[in-house]
Nanobody, 120 residues
């Protein structure tokens, strides 16, 4: 089992920044990939960014490219999402997730979520 705990959400004005942190419990040796997802009210959950646990290659959805940066610290079993130039459309609950396989859409473990609210 991998337990994930997110932190760092909050209320910020448009144009501001937030940094989300996801701390993973033990057994991270089973992790293949980590991702950040978000779900806004009335909308489906969407992938924001992901990062390979080994190697560190990254992938972003188009609307956040150039504004968000995903990174990791393997020694601390932690993944980060630096969010800059935030706009109201980024308002959502953000979830950290871990995948133990190479299957692109499969994530096995999820955090409880952290609320990000961007005011205009």
């Amino acid at each position: 089992q991998v337990q994930l705990v997110e932190s760092g959400g909050g209320l910020v004005q448009a144009g501001g920044s937030l940094r989300l942190t996801c701390a993973a419990s033990t057994r991270t040796s089973s992790i293949f990939r980590m991702g950040w997802f978000r779900q806004a009210p009335g909308k489906e959950r969407e992938l924001v960014a992901n990062i390979m646990w080994i190697g560190g290659s990254t992938n972003y959805r188009g609307s956040v490219k150039g504004r968000f940066t995903i990174s990791k610290d393997n020694a601390k079993n932690t993944v980060f999402l630096q969010m800059d130039s935030l706009n109201p459309e980024d308002t959502a609950v953000y979830y950290c997730a871990a995948s133990t396989t190479a299957a692109p859409l499969r994530y096995d473990y999820w955090g409880q979520g952290t609320q990000v609210t961007v005011s205009s």
